[in-house]
């Protein structure tokens, strides 16, 4: 079970806007930064947000990230067929002094 | 341009012993943050361990006592030598650095361990 939670997946089709949450606690989301990754079947993990709402050079602006107390959430807009991806969030936590994940969300473009 | 480059995975035998190795370009590992991440076969992500740029060390419950981060600054590599191997340390193996003031991370493409008699 992981430390932070996340919806197992989630779908839309495309042009449509979807959300994945991923909740944790004071002592992950609630007190540090929020990272979110995408990652494509058979491929290494992307980083696609950093510090709760940085995009990295070449992560188009469809997606964005926020932070509200213990929850965070990864937007993405305009959806499209290449977005179709396994989604994970992650935050140190201060009382296991490492690094948490989320369980993942899949995400399917319908 | 920033390049990690992972090596050293294999098939081990339980209680056997493995080093990984990142090779990194572009930037010099010892002024980052670096970290091992791994994911076993259909599994999510997990956090293996991280060494900062000023030497210290931190490492999942999990493999703590068992597995020791490195770093060679003369071949700009970062280290993960792995003992006590077990069943359950099967997965594909990241290895990340993190730039301390910005966050913005870089990820490698992995490398594959897999613990079987």
């Known amino acids: 079970q992981s430390v932070l939670t996340q919806p197992p997946s989630a779908s839309g089709t495309p042009g449509q806007r979807v959300t994945i949450s991923c909740s944790g606690s004071s002592f992950n989301i609630g007190s540090n930064y929020v990272y979110w990754y995408q990652q494509l079947p058979g491929t290494a993990p992307k980083p696609l947000i950093y510090?709760?709402?940085q995009r990295p050079s070449g992560v188009p602006d469809r997606f964005s990230g926020s932070k509200s107390g213990t929850s965070a959430s990864l937007a993405i807009s305009g959806l499209r067929s290449e977005d179709e991806a396994d989604y994970y969030c992650?935050?140190?936590?201060?009382?296991?002094?490492?690094?948490?994940f989320g369980g993942g969300t899949k995400l399917t473009v319908l | 341009e920033v390049q990690l480059v992972e090596s050293g995975g294999g098939l081990i035998q339980p209680g056997g012993s493995l080093r990984l190795s990142c090779a990194a370009s572009?930037?010099?590992?010892?002024?980052?943050?670096m970290s091992w991440v791994r994911q076993a076969p259909g599994k999510g992500l997990e956090w293996v361990s991280v060494?900062?740029?000023?030497?210290?060390?931190n490492y999942a419950d999990s493999v703590k006592g068992r597995f020791t981060i490195s770093r060679d600054n003369s071949k700009n590599t970062l280290n993960l030598q792995m003992n006590s191997l077990r069943a359950e340390d099967t997965a594909v193996y990241y290895c990340?650095?993190?730039?301390?003031?910005?966050?913005?991370?870089?990820w490698g493409q992995g490398t594959l361990v897999t613990v079987s008699s």
């Open positions: 060494i900062y740029s000023g030497g210290t060390a």
């Open positions: 572009g930037f010099t590992v010892s002024s980052n943050y």
């Open positions: 510090r709760n709402n």
């Open positions: 990340a650095r993190m730039i301390p003031v910005s966050g913005y991370e870089d």
């Open positions: 992650a935050a140190w936590d201060d009382s296991l002094s490492g690094r948490v």
